[in-house]
Structures are given as structure tokens and as C-alpha cells.
T-cell receptor, first 113, second 114 residues
Framework: GEDVEQSLFLSVREGDSSVINCTYTDSSSTYLYWYKQEPGAGLQLLTYIFSNMDMKQDQRLTVLLNKKDKHLSLRIADTQTGDSAIYFC?????????????FGRGTSLIVHP | DAGVTQSPTHLIKTRGQQVTLRCSPKSGHDTVSWYQQALGQGPQFIFQYYEEEERQRGNFPDRFSGHQFPNYSSELNVNALLLGDSALYLC?????????????FGPGTRLTVT
């Protein structure tokens, strides 16, 4: 079965880089996503990567995909206090023409001054 | 341009009752997905509606049903509520339902079953 795992907490100092890691088990994953959830709010799509890509950069965000190890990471450069939130990794598997997304439990990022 | 809206914001129901949650998709979107997010967990996919039909379904019992209207809005119905149904229910909309479709989430409906 499919499973997405993330570490639960990450604490960084303002201005440093944050790296949030995720591992997944289903080799048929086609799209991998990073979402951000602030307290009391829904999820905000930050970025996504297709499984035939190794890297994607979008301003302060860099996504790295190691398909061999089924490892996905999100790097946030120059982390700010406004980046404090829960970050979810998600994958979408292809199954009989259907796309079923699976989310990890989320990594709570705490940014302190 | 309104984003995804959900109603109500909060809801308290008693075990055994039925509940209906509502979602209006982002303007221009035609696909609605529903998720259940238990406390401390990631969202779990319930089902997805496109062209007024349920296109994909996660591992949820038949007590969970839905509907999509011609204006693309959607309802999630849960019958015979259990204590374990207490969660944040998220609606997400997208244009199309393939994997590359970017989903936009609403703020959710917090359901408490007592």
C-alpha cells in the first residue's frame, strides 16, 4: 500500500534555510506536492513536481526529488516567521486512470527570531 | 475572484445523526474533491466529483456520499454519524481531475460529533 512519511517537527532560526523531508513508498507516484497549512486555515499549494523531474525551483522554494530512494525534500531559503506552519507532502498515484492523492501527517515548522 | 468557500464553519452533531456540508469551488473550476482531516493527521481523500458524477473514491464507507450540482458546487453527506467522524472536512477545487490539476482548498468545516 501507499504511505507518505514526514518528520513531525522542525525548528529553525529566522534567516536560516529550512529543509523538510518526505519519503513515499509507491513507485507509481506521478506527481508530488508540497502544501502549507496555517492555523485554522485550509491547505495552500506551494509547489509540485512531476516524477520525471529531479528539481524544481520557485523563488525561495526548492524541491528535490530522488526517485530511486523515493525521497522528496522542500528547502525554504531565508526562512521568515511567516513561514511557521504545517507543511504537508503529498503524492498522487495513477490507478486505472484515476488519481488518488495521499498526504503525509505534516511537518510543523517553527521559526524563531 | 472568490476562492473556495465552505459552509458551515463549525458544526456540532450527535452520534447517529446525519450532516450535510457545502462547498463552492473557485471561479472557473469544475472539479470538487472532499477530504477528511483528523486532528494531527494529514487530509484523507474521500471522493471527487466532476461533471456531476463521482469519479474517484478513497477508502471511506458508503455512509459518506456526495453530490455535485450543475453550477459545480458540491455537498458532502454523512449518515449515521460516529464519534470518529469528528474532523475538519476540506473541500478542494480544480480545473479537471487529472493528477496535474492544481487543487485550491477551502478553509474547511469543523465537525464535532458528541
Amino acid at each position: 500500500g501507499e504511505d507518505v512519511e514526514q518528520s513531525l517537527f522542525l525548528s529553525v532560526r529566522e534567516g536560516d534555510s529550512s529543509v523538510i523531508n518526505c519519503t513515499y513508498t509507491d513507485s507509481s507516484s506521478t506527481y508530488l506536492y508540497w502544501y502549507k497549512q496555517e492555523p485554522g486555515a485550509g491547505l495552500q499549494l506551494l509547489t509540485y513536481i512531476f516524477s520525471n523531474m529531479d528539481m524544481k525551483q520557485d523563488q525561495r522554494l526548492t524541491v528535490l526529488l530522488n526517485k530511486k530512494d523515493k525521497h522528496l525534500s522542500l528547502r525554504i531559503a531565508d526562512t521568515q516567521t511567516g513561514d511557521s506552519a504545517i507543511y504537508f507532502c503529498a503524492e498522487t498515484q495513477v490507478s486505472g486512470g484515476s488519481y488518488i492523492p495521499t498526504f503525509g501527517r505534516g511537518t510543523s515548522l517553527i521559526v524563531h527570531p | 475572484d472568490a476562492g473556495v468557500t465552505q459552509s458551515p464553519t463549525h458544526l456540532i452533531k450527535t452520534r447517529g445523526q446525519q450532516v450535510t456540508l457545502r462547498c463552492s469551488p473557485k471561479s472557473g473550476h469544475d472539479t470538487v474533491s472532499w477530504y477528511q482531516q483528523a486532528l494531527g493527521q494529514g487530509p484523507q481523500f474521500i471522493f471527487q466529483y466532476y461533471e456531476e458524477e463521482e469519479r474517484q473514491r478513497g477508502n471511506f464507507p458508503d455512509r459518506f456520499s456526495g453530490h455535485q450540482f450543475p453550477n459545480y458546487s458540491s455537498e458532502l453527506n454523512v449518515n449515521a454519524l460516529l464519534l470518529g467522524d469528528s474532523a475538519l472536512y476540506l473541500c478542494a477545487s480544480s480545473l479537471g481531475w487529472a493528477g496535474q490539476a492544481e487543487q485550491y482548498f477551502g478553509p474547511g468545516t469543523r465537525l464535532t460529533v458528541t
